[in-house]
Nanobody
Framework: VQLQASGGGLVQAGDSLRLSCVVRGLTFRNYAVGWLRQAPGKERELIAA????????YYADSVKGRFTISRDNAENMLYLQLNSLRPEDTAVYYCAAGRAIRSSYQSASAYTSWGQGTLVTVSS
């Protein structure tokens, strides 16, 4: 399984970004796929994810209503639209996958395959 995220950058508070992730070596219907982030000095946080073929994603409270996860099954792409960005959203963002079960896919520990992260920096 290979994942590669891109699209990060330096933006101002209130701006938007779209992150993309190329996913290779897995089929979405067999995996949980999602986006996690890690801010300096903090633990890695799962912020949005799909469980296998489910159409309704999970969102962490910290991003609910501002971020949107989506995927293109045909192209094996995963996306994260980040709106209304805040300085506290500054982090390295990772796309990840795991053979999670439903009761665990909302936990960061369920994701065992990671791509190289992309840095999002939000200035105030």
């Amino acid at each position: 399984v290979q994942l590669q995220a891109s699209g990060g950058g330096l933006v101002q508070a209130g701006d938007s970004l779209r992150l993309s992730c190329v996913v290779r070596g897995l089929t979405f219907r067999n995996y949980a796929v999602g986006w996690l982030r890690q801010a300096p000095g903090k633990e890695r946080e799962l912020i949005a994810a799909f469980f296998r073929s489910d159409s309704t994603p999970y969102y962490a409270d910290s991003v609910k209503g501002r971020f949107t996860i989506s995927r293109d099954n045909a192209e094996n792409m995963l996306y994260l639209q980040l709106n209304s960005l805040r300085p506290e959203d500054t982090a390295v963002y990772y796309c990840a996958a795991g053979r999670a079960i439903r009761s665990s896919y909302q936990s960061a520990s369920a994701y065992t395959s990671w791509g190289q992260g992309t840095l999002v920096t939000v200035s105030s």
